[in-house]
Each structure stands twice: as structure tokens, then as C-alpha cells.
């Protein structure tokens, strides 16, 4: 896709406790989906709508995060290299992995919440639009023109306002893990976001379009981003959120995005990851015929 949205942030510098105690030496972004980690489907769905710039906001501890986009170790290149033509395949994947786009990797500073990634990778943003994006969770599509990113860039370039992508979510459970947005319907699919509750449990929603999947930003947000932050009460976390709520308030155009034809993954806790790597290994074109078989069985064996 041919786009002036070149660039994507995604916050990777938390520690995962939900996934301790694996994560005590493995970052949460890095645990497979099969045989790809989950961050790598988030960067895949970022490219394929015509990002070529993606900074990870990451920390210390994240060296295994770091190293996947980087060289290959030597060794392990040189083995396979020598192991036949079907591990020569394998090689040229692996080598894909650190092309897919120019990653930069910056430590995140200071404070804490979903918008202090954002104010560590300014200084690589310049003056453009940006896509923000989270590296547990993502959207499978049933083509490029489904691919959720794709989708909230079209509604960009058409209102040139920053886009709240999500899906419809009723579940009473969803108000309270979820923020959600409501306003008027430009188009189908489409609003002009007039209010945002963060997890408002049913009976305060606004509207009924949950945040998943990420945002595409002006650059004028990140002024918001810092007056939010000017604001904060002492001990609370920054959400980026808070920035797009200034930015409505003061007369700006917010739009809220649904997100048609594509499948929302999360992999945020143990269950919904299970649940993840479940559906990806179905759908696996190595093993997803003959996985899906086991499945079948295995459910009918264990049927109470």
C-alpha cells in the first residue's frame, strides 16, 4: 500500500507478569505462535499496509527482543547453510526477519502508562503521521484490503484526523476491560468520536466501539501527549488516550474506526494466549490440516 504514514511505535518494555513466570527471562513479546513470535505478526500486518519505519520502545532487560531483528548468529546461519536446501529455506526466513522494515530500538523513560512510549520514540517521529500499536495483540485479515491498519489509514487520508481503531464489543465483561468511545456516524464504520470512557462497565459506555488493535496519529498529538502528561496527578500513569480526549475537547476531529473482516487475537494473559496459539496453529500451512484433526479428537476424547 502506497502511504505517507511511513512510521509505527510499539511499547515493548513492560515485564509481562501476567506471563510469569516464563517472562522472568523471556520478554512477552518474543513467545511463539508456533514457530513466530507475537510481536513478529504485529510488525507482518504493519508492513503489509506500508510501514518501512518501526521504532520499539523496549528496555534493559529486552535483549532477546533486541537480537531477534538483528544478525543471525553465525554459527547457527553456517549450519544451516550446509543442512540441504530445505534448511536453506529456512536461512532466507530468518534473514526476511530483520528486512521487514528499519527498526530503531529506545529505552523507554521514565513514569509509566501507554503514553510513555510514545513521548520516548518523539525524537524519531518528526513531523508526520504515526501509527501506535501494541505488540500482544493483533488483527488476522482475510486480505490486504481487510488488514486493519489498511483500514484506519483509508479513514486518515480521507478525514486527516487521527483514527481510534476497535471493534463492536457487548460482552459485560468487555466495559470493564476495555476503553470504548461513542459519537456522531459520518459513514458507515466511521464516527466522530464526542466521548471516551476508559472501562466504563455497561451501564456508562459511551458507544459500543471497544479499543483494539492500535491508532493512527497526527503529529499534533504529541503536544496533547505532553499537556496530558503537565496534567497528571502525582503517582498516576499517562494514557495516550488521555491525549486524544484533549485533542476532542478542544474542537478536534477524533475518528473512531471499525474494523470490518478481520479476526481480533489477544495474547495479553495466559488463557487468551492459549487461545491465540490455538487458532494460529489451525490455520499453520505446515500443520494446520493435521492440527486441527488432533483438535477434533482431542475435544471429543475429553467431552464431559
Given at each position: 500500500?502506497?502511504?505517507?504514514?511511513?512510521?509505527?511505535?510499539?511499547?515493548?518494555?513492560?515485564?509481562g507478569?501476567?506471563?510469569?513466570?516464563?517472562?522472568?527471562?523471556?520478554?512477552?513479546?518474543?513467545?511463539?505462535?508456533?514457530?513466530?513470535?507475537?510481536?513478529?505478526?504485529?510488525?507482518?500486518?504493519?508492513?503489509?499496509a506500508?510501514?518501512?519505519?518501526?521504532?520499539?520502545?523496549?528496555?534493559?532487560?529486552?535483549?532477546?527482543?533486541?537480537?531477534?531483528?538483528?544478525?543471525?548468529?553465525?554459527?547457527?546461519a553456517?549450519?544451516?547453510r550446509?543442512?540441504?536446501?530445505?534448511?536453506?529455506?529456512i536461512?532466507?526466513g530468518?534473514?526476511?526477519?530483520?528486512?521487514?522494515a528499519?527498526?530503531?530500538?529506545?529505552?523507554?523513560?521514565?513514569?509509566?502508562?501507554?503514553?510513555?512510549?510514545?513521548?520516548?520514540?518523539?525524537?524519531?517521529?518528526?513531523?508526520?503521521?504515526?501509527?501506535?500499536?501494541?505488540?500482544?495483540?493483533?488483527?488476522?485479515?482475510?486480505?490486504?484490503?481487510?488488514?486493519?491498519?489498511?483500514?484506519?489509514?483509508?479513514?486518515?487520508?480521507?478525514?486527516?484526523?487521527?483514527?481510534?481503531?476497535?471493534?463492536?464489543?457487548?460482552?459485560?465483561?468487555?466495559?470493564?476491560?476495555?476503553?470504548?468511545?461513542?459519537?456522531?456516524?459520518?459513514?458507515?464504520?466511521?464516527?466522530?468520536?464526542?466521548?471516551?470512557?476508559?472501562?466504563?462497565?455497561?451501564?456508562?459506555?459511551?458507544?459500543?466501539?471497544?479499543?483494539?488493535?492500535?491508532?493512527?496519529?497526527?503529529?499534533?498529538?504529541?503536544?496533547?501527549?505532553?499537556?496530558?502528561?503537565?496534567?497528571?496527578?502525582?503517582?498516576?500513569?499517562?494514557?495516550?488516550?488521555?491525549?486524544?480526549?484533549?485533542?476532542?475537547?478542544?474542537?478536534?476531529?477524533?475518528?473512531?474506526?471499525?474494523?470490518?473482516?478481520?479476526?481480533?487475537?489477544?495474547?495479553?494473559?495466559?488463557?487468551?494466549?492459549?487461545?491465540?496459539?490455538?487458532?494460529?496453529?489451525?490455520?499453520?500451512?505446515?500443520?494446520?490440516?493435521?492440527?486441527?484433526?488432533?483438535?477434533?479428537?482431542?475435544?471429543?476424547?475429553?467431552?464431559?
Amino acid at each position: 500500500m502506497v502511504t505517507n504514514v511511513r512510521k509505527a511505535v510499539i511499547p515493548a518494555a513492560g515485564y509481562g507478569t501476567r506471563m510469569l513466570p516464563i517472562t522472568k527471562t523471556v520478554s512477552k513479546e518474543i513467545l511463539p505462535l508456533v514457530d513466530k513470535p507475537i510481536i513478529q505478526q504485529v510488525v507482518e500486518e504493519l508492513v503489509e499496509a506500508g510501514v518501512t519505519d518501526i521504532i520499539i520502545v523496549t528496555s534493559s532487560h529486552k535483549t532477546d527482543l533486541v537480537n531477534y531483528f538483528s544478525d543471525i548468529d553465525p554459527g547457527l546461519a553456517e549450519h544451516l547453510r550446509n543442512s540441504g536446501p530445505g534448511k536453506a529455506a529456512i536461512l532466507e526466513g530468518l534473514e526476511r526477519v530483520k528486512h521487514l522494515a528499519n527498526f530503531a530500538f529506545v529505552e523507554q523513560q521514565g513514569g509509566h502508562g501507554t503514553g510513555m512510549p510514545v513521548l520516548s520514540a518523539e525524537p524519531y517521529l518528526g513531523n508526520e503521521p504515526f501509527i501506535y500499536t501494541f505488540a500482544d495483540d493483533f488483527f488476522v485479515a482475510a486480505d490486504h484490503d481487510s488488514n486493519s491498519f489498511v483500514q484506519m489509514i483509508r479513514a486518515y487520508e480521507t478525514y486527516n484526523a487521527p483514527v481510534w481503531g476497535g471493534q463492536k464489543r457487548t460482552a459485560d465483561a468487555d466495559y470493564s476491560r476495555y476503553g470504548f468511545v461513542g459519537g456522531e456516524e459520518l459513514e458507515p464504520g466511521v464516527i466522530s468520536i464526542d466521548k471516551l470512557v476508559e472501562q466504563p462497565g455497561r451501564a456508562n459506555k459511551p458507544g459500543d466501539l471497544a479499543s483494539l488493535g492500535g491508532f493512527v496519529v497526527t503529529p499534533e498529538v504529541l503536544g496533547y501527549l505532553h499537556l496530558a502528561k503537565e496534567q497528571l496527578q502525582p503517582g498516576k500513569e499517562l494514557y495516550f488516550n488521555s491525549a486524544l480526549r484533549l485533542m476532542f475537547e478542544d474542537g478536534k476531529r477524533v475518528i473512531g474506526k471499525y474494523i470490518e473482516n478481520a479476526q481480533y487475537f489477544d495474547t495479553g494473559n495466559k488463557l487468551d494466549y492459549m487461545k491465540t496459539t490455538v487458532a494460529m496453529a489451525a490455520r499453520h500451512p505446515e500443520i494446520g490440516a493435521e492440527f486441527q484433526k488432533f483438535i477434533i479428537e482431542f475435544a471429543r476424547r475429553n467431552d464431559a
